[in-house]
């Protein structure tokens, strides 16, 4: 039997508290108009004390099972994509998976820095398209602000917290038609770990650390690599980039991002952009530009939707999906 993993539904869920521009200026020498022009942020949320990224993985999880008509029951297969699990072990998925109540069947986490959720996306179709599990919540989640050097203004102004969730379900291609995800590529070059790490960890100090970034580094590299990853899927798929509907990209750098719509030659009005109230919220910053695009009616049922991420490792990948 041949399996395609198809989008039942999706859900965002970001915290209450929000930190402006403003706000940071009073902290770090910067300014409103510096982060605007250079990165298109002027506010993110930040989690609150005791908010832990499993408590907004299980408020986005449960809105996409709502989206998608389930219940947790529905679900064997959680994958959470974090750089910010609640502890070292076990996976912030096997907590989520006890907080939404979902019985048995698989759960771990995926660490690929801002390209979690690429990285998770493509994980999960293989297992679903294997016929190994049935219905997968796919969630990027991050509390963000917990490593951050918050006097660091090259890199404290950039982040914010939330979490996005999809529901994907493994689905024989007579029923699925063609809906599910098309093509993934996936790429890390270990060699660039210097360019965006974080400066503690388990093995290494015994602590978390912060993140520390070559912005400017990351930054080249940026436009390039992204753009190839998306070429990459939809060659795959045998499909113009320029038929996509909607360009989904993780939100690092609204400069970023417009470099890339100029390079592969897309439309301004095919971006969902959310980097003005969210700033960069790593691997959960494609599932909610997703959700922003379908609450707001622009992403419809049968849309092609082009996502792509690069983060830390240097990771970088695209994936493609008729929704
Ligand atoms: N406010 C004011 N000035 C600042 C700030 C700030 N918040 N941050 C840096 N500056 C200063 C620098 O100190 C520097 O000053 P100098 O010229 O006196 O030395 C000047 O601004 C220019 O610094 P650059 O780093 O060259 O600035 P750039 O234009 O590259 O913008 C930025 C910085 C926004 C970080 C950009 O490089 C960027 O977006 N990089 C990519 C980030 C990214 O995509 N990360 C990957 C995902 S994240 C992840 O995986 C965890």
Do not use: W
């Given at each position: 039997m041949s399996f395609k993993a198809?989008?039942?539904?999706?859900?965002?869920?970001?915290?209450?508290?929000?930190?402006?521009?403003?706000?940071?200026?009073?902290r770090v020498d910067t300014s409103d108009e510096w982060i605007r022009e250079r990165t298109g942020i002027r506010e993110r949320h930040v989690a609150s004390e005791g908010e832990l990224t499993s408590d907004l993985a299980a408020h986005a999880a449960r809105a996409a099972l709502k989206d998608a008509g389930l219940t947790a029951d529905d679900i064997d297969l959680i994958i959470v994509a974090t750089t910010t699990p609640d502890l070292t072990f076990p996976s912030t998925a096997a907590i989520v998976?006890?907080?939404?109540?979902?019985g048995a069947g698989a759960a771990f986490d995926i660490q690929a820095v801002c390209t979690g959720f690429v990285y998770a996306l493509s994980t999960a179709e293989?297992?679903?398209?294997?016929?190994?599990?049935?219905?997968?919540?796919?969630?990027?989640?991050?509390?963000?602000?917990r490593i951050l050097d918050w006097e660091d203004r090259g890199?404290?102004?950039?982040?914010?917290?939330?979490?996005?969730?999809?529901v994907?379900?493994?689905?024989?291609?007579?029923?699925?038609?063609d809906r599910g995800v098309m093509a993934s590529f996936l790429r890390c070059d270990g060699r660039l770990v210097d360019l965006l790490y974080v400066?503690?960890?388990?093995?290494?100090?015994?602590?978390?650390?912060?993140?520390?970034?070559?912005?400017?580094?990351?930054?080249?590299?940026?436009?390039?690599?992204?753009?190839?990853a998306m070429v990459a899927v939809c060659e795959e798929a045998n499909v113009p980039v320029t038929d996509i509907d909607w360009f989904v990209p993780h939100q690092a750098n609204e400069r970023i991002i417009q470099g890339v719509v100029k390079k592969l030659d897309l439309r301004n009005d095919q971006v969902i952009s959310t980097i003005a109230g969210q700033g960069?919220?790593?691997?959960?910053?494609?599932?909610?530009?997703?959700?922003?695009?379908?609450?707001?009616?622009r992403i419809k049922k049968g849309d092609l939707v082009l996502f792509e991420a690069m983060g830390g490792g240097l990771t970088w990948g695209a994936a493609l999906m008729r929704v």
């Open positions: 198809v989008l039942r539904g999706c859900g965002a869920f970001l915290p209450e508290k929000v930190l402006t521009n403003d706000d940071l200026s009073k998976q006890a907080k939404i109540g979902a293989k297992f679903l398209c294997a016929g190994q599990h049935k219905r997968a919540l796919v969630i990027g989640a991050e509390t963000f602000s890199t404290c102004v950039l982040f914010g917290d939330g979490a996005g969730a999809f994907l379900e493994a689905q024989e291609e007579s029923e699925a038609g400066d503690g960890g388990v093995s290494a100090t015994q602590s978390t650390g912060y993140v520390r970034m070559q912005g400017n580094k990351v930054f080249r590299e940026a436009v390039t690599r992204i753009s190839q960069n919220t790593s691997a959960a910053s494609i599932p909610l530009a997703y959700c922003a695009g379908v609450a707001d009616g």
